[in-house]
């Protein structure tokens, strides 16, 4: 079936002139907020389930229906796979059995990623798949790269990729990762040539907008 999908429409005329300071406040200050409970149980079994299955490890970080946690699973059979989503609603949707060596988690990805930090997990590889763009300028704090979260996310090493239908997005989130790791991301557009991995990817690309691919090799520190 053939999608329609309007680009990202924002009031930014180009990447946000505050990146910079927002990451480097978020250096200053290390998120101190309390961990909710229900992320912490839900992290701990998480936790469980990996160390039973001691494969490297892939996050699939807002993994929404969790469609791009199956096909990753399938992609790499050797490796764990972890999809975290806060959403009950889209983590409960009917797509089939999950690989036995996949896993779908309800949590909350800031505190989520902050327990995977202090419990020593270290991914092999760590996707963001189409995160909400938060278009309007006044939203840069809500985007991942202008979150307090941020260093914890980059902390975590490993390959991370992110995708976007939003060019304005993966440039920012390129140069708050030159901030803190004064690493240079490679940034390109991606054709997937009807190899989806999430149904957003799918719709962006069949409604003819060009889709971005950010991805980095990082150094825990």
Known sequence: MQHTSRPVISNQPGPHHDVARRVARALAHPLRKPIADHTRRAFEQADAWRQQHSAPLILDAGCGVGLSTRRIAIQFPHHSVIGVDRSEDRLGRE???LP??????RADLVDFWRLALEAGWTP???????PNPYPKSAHLKMRW???PVFPTLLALGG????R??????VEEFAQ?????TGQKASVAPLHPNGDYLTPFEAKYD?????LWRLCIDLERP
């Open 159 to 162: 390959r991370l990729e992110l």
């Open 124 to 130: 092999e590889r760590h996707y963001l798949l189409y």
């Open 145 to 147: 790269h202008g979150h």
């Open 100 to 105: 036995e060596n996949a896993l779908l988690v």
């Open 95 to 97: 797509h089939g059995e």
């Open 176 to 180: 708050a990762v030159e901030v803190v």
């Open 206 to 210: 069949q409604s003819g907008q060009t």
């Open 164 to 169: 976007s239908n939003w060019q304005l997005y």
